[in-house]
C-alpha cells in the first residue's frame, strides 16, 4: 500500500521564478494538506484540499496556491518565488475528518530559491 | 490561536536511558494530539496518534499520554537506542490542520 508520494524530490529556482510541487496521497484518502517546514522550524500549515476545493488556508500569501484532481492529487504552486521561500514542502494526506485518523506525511521536496 | 511548545529543544542520552519528551499547548479545544518523528532532511514518520477522549497510547518502547485539561503531553521513550535519534515532533489536531512545535532533537550516545 503506497504512502504519499511527493514530487520532486528537491528543486533549484531562481529568485521570481515559479515552482509546482505535486502530491500523491495514500490510498485511501481523499484530503490532502500542504506545510512549509524551514530549517529548525516546525511544518506550518499552508492549505487543505478536500472534494477538488480550499477548505482552509494558513497565514500564506496569495502567491501561495493549489489544486486538487478527481483522482484526490494536489499541487502546490508558487508565483514570484524569494529567497524566504526555501524550505522544505511536506503534503499529507487523510480521510474526511482530521479528528478521527490524523495525517500521514510524505517525505517532502526541498525547495531551494537562489 | 494555538501555539505549541516542546521542551527541551535538544537532548543528550547514554544508549538505554528512559527518557520524557514534553509538549505543551494553549487551547485545550483539540480533536487529537499526533506525534511524529524526523530524521535529517526527510519528511515526517507518524508514531503515535491520541484522540482527544483517550489519555495514552503505546506503540513498542514508545507511550505518549495526553491531559487536555493542563494542555499537555509526553511522549515517553523506554531503554533508549542509538536508531532513535532524531527530532520529535508533536502536533496538536484542531480545525482542518495541525499546530507544530519546534521539535526535540535527540541524540542517544552509544
Known amino acids: 500500500d503506497a504512502g504519499v508520494t511527493q514530487s520532486p524530490t528537491h528543486l533549484i529556482k531562481t529568485r521570481g521564478q515559479q515552482v509546482t510541487l505535486r502530491c500523491s496521497p495514500k490510498s485511501g484518502h481523499d484530503t490532502v494538506s500542504w506545510y512549509q517546514q524551514a530549517l529548525g522550524q516546525g511544518p506550518q500549515f499552508i492549505f487543505q484540499?478536500?472534494?477538488?476545493?480550499?477548505?482552509q488556508r494558513g497565514n500564506f500569501p496569495d502567491r501561495f496556491s493549489g489544486h486538487q484532481f478527481p483522482n484526490y492529487s494536489s499541487e502546490l504552486n508558487v508565483n514570484a518565488l524569494l529567497l524566504g521561500d526555501s524550505a522544505l514542502y511536506l503534503c499529507a494526506s487523510s480521510w474526511a475528518s482530521l479528528a478521527n485518523y490524523g495525517y500521514t506525511f510524505g517525505s517532502g521536496t526541498r525547495l531551494t530559491v537562489v | 490561536k494555538q501555539e505549541v511548545t516542546q521542551i527541551p529543544a535538544a537532548l543528550s542520552v547514554p544508549e538505554g536511558e528512559n527518557l520524557v519528551l514534553n509538549c505543551s499547548f494553549t487551547d485545550s479545544a483539540i480533536y487529537n494530539l499526533q506525534w511524529f518523528r524526523q530524521d535529517p532532511g526527510k519528511g515526517l514518520t507518524s508514531l503515535l496518534l491520541?484522540?482527544?477522549?483517550?489519555r495514552e497510547q503505546t506503540s513498542g518502547r514508545l507511550n505518549a499520554s495526553l491531559d487536555k485539561s493542563s494542555g499537555r503531553s509526553t511522549l515517553y521513550i523506554a531503554a533508549s537506542q542509538p536508531g532513535d535519534s532524531a527530532t520529535y515532533l508533536c502536533a496538536a489536531g484542531a480545525g482542518n490542520q495541525f499546530y507544530f512545535g519546534t521539535g526535540t532533537s535527540l541524540t542517544v550516545i552509544p
Open positions: 484540499y478536500y472534494e477538488e476545493e480550499e477548505r
Open positions: 491520541i484522540q482527544s477522549s483517550q
